[in-house]
């Protein structure tokens, strides 16, 4: 993305769509009165209130609403009503289908901030392949759920304002250590299955981040071990691990999902730490992806840097 093109600080304005599931109209009002509160306008895409069984409308219904808020060119940023599951299909419409030269979207999605998590990490994917930065932060219908000052990291984010962007985790320190890289990742369950597409292809010098929601350790083992298999991480300078959100082993005699993190990272010879406050939770401040950060694993912090080079 061009940091330098014009993002003066005004309030932006916000185009909202639904790329996955349904969701719930009363937290997706409060959501917008939460918009409305940091002083930003939006515009609902009428497909947000599709519906086709699972998901928000059939697959060509949802990604038209992408691409028009993606041509749209008084949208500044492209926000996720909520997650749940679709947006790997969105991508295989895009591959399948040809919509577009992958550069023409390129173009269009530079002009663009994309905002979610959970199922949103797919078209995080999306734009990281394009060399493009987006936002890991709230869907609408989680900014209700928020505190104040997840709200106040988020209005930060959507202006550009990365120098006030630095991150505590209150986590176990897995490896300790200090590094700086590129900032990618989201959700384990939606990140692994995009392992050997082109939609995943990192280069050296990543910061990974990790959360989930609802999945027992050894799902989690399950997928940390895929990555390792992959050969992926061989392209990761550091993990930072945020809320795993009910996660917990079902029996006090089973393995924990921090003994899970230690077995499964630390031997990898990069710094890792848990407990960074974006997620599934009660605490998921905005982290902006495809920018670069400095990770002190050993003081539990990361923090954005001025540049977008490593």
Same mark, same amino acid.
């Given at each position: 993305?061009?940091?330098?093109?014009?993002?003066? $600080? /005004?309030?932006?304005?916000?185009?909202?769509?639904?790329?996955?599931?349904? *969701?719930?109209?009363?937290? *997706?009002?409060?959501? #917008?009165?939460?918009?409305?509160?940091?002083?930003?306008?939006? /515009?609902?895409?009428?497909?947000?209130?599709?519906?086709?069984?699972?998901?928000? $409308?059939?697959?060509?219904?949802? #990604?038209?609403? *992408?691409?028009? #808020?993606?041509?749209?060119?008084?949208?500044?940023?492209?926000?996720?009503?909520?997650?749940?599951?679709?947006? /790997?299909?969105?991508? +295989?419409?895009?591959?399948?289908?040809?919509?577009?030269?992958? *550069?023409?979207?390129?173009a269009m999605a530079k002009k663009k901030l994309l905002v979610g998590f959970s199922d949103v990490t797919a078209l995080h994917a999306l734009f990281q392949s394009l060399g493009l930065v987006s936002i890991h932060g709230p869907v609408v219908t989680q900014l209700s759920l928020l505190s104040?000052?997840?709200?106040?990291?988020?209005?930060?984010?959507?202006?550009?304002?990365?120098? /006030?962007?630095?991150? +505590?985790?209150?986590?176990p320190i897995i490896t300790g250590g200090l590094t700086s890289g590129r900032l990618v990742g989201g959700c384990l369950a939606v990140l692994a299955p995009l392992v050997g597409t082109r939609f995943l292809d990192w280069n050296d010098g990543v910061i990974l981040l990790l959360e989930d929601v609802a999945e027992a350790p050894y799902r989690i083992d399950r997928?940390?071990?895929h990555l390792r298999l992959s050969g992926i991480l061989r392209s990761v300078r550091a993990i930072c691990v945020g809320d795993l959100v009910r996660c917990d082993a079902p029996r006090p005699d089973e393995q924990s999902i921090d003994d899970v993190l230690r077995d499964r990272l630390s031997d990898l010879g990069i710094p890792v730490v848990a407990g960074f406050p974006f997620g599934h $939770?009660?605490?998921?401040? %905005?982290?902006?992806? $495809?920018?670069?950060?400095? #990770?002190? %694993?050993? %003081?539990?912090r990361l923090v954005l840097t001025p540049t977008r080079s490593i």
């Amino acid at each position: 993305m061009n940091d330098e093109s014009a993002r003066d $600080g /005004h309030p932006k304005k916000i185009g909202i769509f639904a790329p996955s599931s349904p *969701f719930d109209r009363d937290r *997706f009002d409060q959501g #917008l009165s939460v918009l409305e509160t940091l002083g930003f306008s939006y /515009h609902v895409h009428p497909q947000t209130s599709a519906r086709h069984g699972y998901l928000a $409308g059939d697959d060509a219904t949802r #990604l038209g609403a *992408f691409l028009d #808020l993606l041509k749209d060119d008084s949208i500044d940023v492209i926000m996720a009503a909520r997650g749940g599951y679709g947006a /790997h299909r969105l991508l +295989e419409k895009l591959h399948l289908d040809d919509l577009g030269d992958v *550069f023409e979207l390129g173009a269009m999605a530079k002009k663009k901030l994309l905002v979610g998590f959970s199922d949103v990490t797919a078209l995080h994917a999306l734009f990281q392949s394009l060399g493009l930065v987006s936002i890991h932060g709230p869907v609408v219908t989680q900014l209700s759920l928020l505190s104040r000052h997840d709200h106040l990291v988020l209005a930060h984010a959507l202006r550009h304002e990365w120098e /006030h962007l630095e991150y +505590e985790a209150l986590g176990p320190i897995i490896t300790g250590g200090l590094t700086s890289g590129r900032l990618v990742g989201g959700c384990l369950a939606v990140l692994a299955p995009l392992v050997g597409t082109r939609f995943l292809d990192w280069n050296d010098g990543v910061i990974l981040l990790l959360e989930d929601v609802a999945e027992a350790p050894y799902r989690i083992d399950r997928m940390l071990t895929h990555l390792r298999l992959s050969g992926i991480l061989r392209s990761v300078r550091a993990i930072c691990v945020g809320d795993l959100v009910r996660c917990d082993a079902p029996r006090p005699d089973e393995q924990s999902i921090d003994d899970v993190l230690r077995d499964r990272l630390s031997d990898l010879g990069i710094p890792v730490v848990a407990g960074f406050p974006f997620g599934h $939770g009660t605490r998921n401040a %905005a982290v902006p992806l $495809g920018r670069v950060a400095l #990770l002190d %694993a050993d %003081a539990r912090r990361l923090v954005l840097t001025p540049t977008r080079s490593i």
